[in-house]
């Protein structure tokens, strides 16, 4: 798989399976959200670009 691939695939992840309903109506509002969802979604891409 490309670079591309495994991004979209971190991407996917840390955007839609990890991201709660919680985070994704408050991270535009609130900055404690917004630091939350950038550490949730840092993971997966992290990992899957390893």
Not at 16 to 40: I, N
Request: glycine share 10%.
């Amino acid at each position: 798989m490309s670079l591309f691939d495994w991004l979209l695939v971190g991407h996917l992840a840390g955007d839609f399976l990890l991201q709660t309903d919680g985070m994704a109506g408050h991270k535009a509002r609130e900055w404690r959200w917004m630091f939350t969802h950038v550490g949730v979604y840092m993971v997966p891409v992290t990992l899957a670009t390893l």
